[in-house]
């Protein structure tokens, strides 16, 4: 494997061999293609600023940022207007979200939640998640933010298998309007032992 034993275990909490990978590269197989310092981002998420700066305010707006529709988040009549500001955690987020909602127009949605602790995320979770151009949701330091993006390696393998490291989480802080507004959480520089989780919100119309 391309991982060192002497890496710190904030980098390999970011780091994934998928399972067709897993084991140690055999003798006799080709080296991986390294694809390094790749970038993705979502397009085209909304500029919402939180009300205040209060947990329960910047916790809503970025709920709103993350589902990309003024109508399901989390205007007056919106179908998630009571449901978010009363939360304590990502976790607890996710649970009140989960199920089935009715909008203003009277037709329905179906959120899926999907939430990881931070001692259990990994990188396949954070490319793969926002390849889709979703979201996530993450709590670090004691605020919320909105993972727009991010920086990565890719190890692909010639059996099919590949790996992601990622080097940078691309954050949107919903208490900002300014240059505040877009931050960096940096893998060499910052600690992951301060990012509590994060959550993903899957809606079917």
């Known amino acids: 494997m391309f991982l060192k034993r002497h890496l710190p275990a904030s980098i390999l909490l970011l780091t994934l061999i998928s399972c067709c990978s897993a084991n140690a590269q055999t003798e006799g197989q080709s080296p991986p293609v390294v694809l390094l310092n790749q970038e993705v981002r979502v397009a085209a998420l909304p500029s919402i600023v939180a009300d205040s700066r209060s947990e329960s305010d910047v916790m809503t707006a970025s709920v709103a940022i993350a589902v990309m529709d003024a109508e399901i988040c989390c205007g007056r009549r919106s179908a998630l207007e009571d449901r978010t500001g009363s939360a304590r955690s990502l976790k607890e987020l996710g649970e009140k979200l989960r199920g089935?909602?009715?909008?203003?127009?009277?037709?329905?949605?179906?959120?899926?939640?999907?939430?990881?602790?931070?001692?259990?995320?990994?990188?396949?979770?954070?490319?793969?998640?926002?390849?889709?151009?979703?979201?996530?949701?993450?709590?670090?330091?004691?605020?919320?933010?909105?993972?727009?993006?991010?920086?990565?390696?890719?190890?692909?393998?010639s059996d099919g298998g590949d790996a992601h490291v990622v080097h940078k989480l691309l954050l949107i802080d919903a208490r900002f309007s300014d240059h505040s507004r877009f931050t960096v959480f940096n893998r060499e520089t910052d600690d992951w032992g301060k990012v509590s989780g994060l959550l993903a919100l899957v809606i079917t119309r």
Request: aromatic letters at 16%; one cysteine or more.
């Open 100 to 157: 089935k909602h009715y909008l203003d127009s009277g037709s329905s949605i179906v959120i899926a939640d999907q939430y990881w602790p931070g001692e259990s995320v990994n990188a396949d979770v954070i490319v793969n998640t926002l390849m889709a151009q979703r979201p996530l949701i993450m709590h670090w330091n004691g605020h919320f933010y909105v993972v727009c993006g991010a920086v990565f390696d890719e190890y692909r393998y």
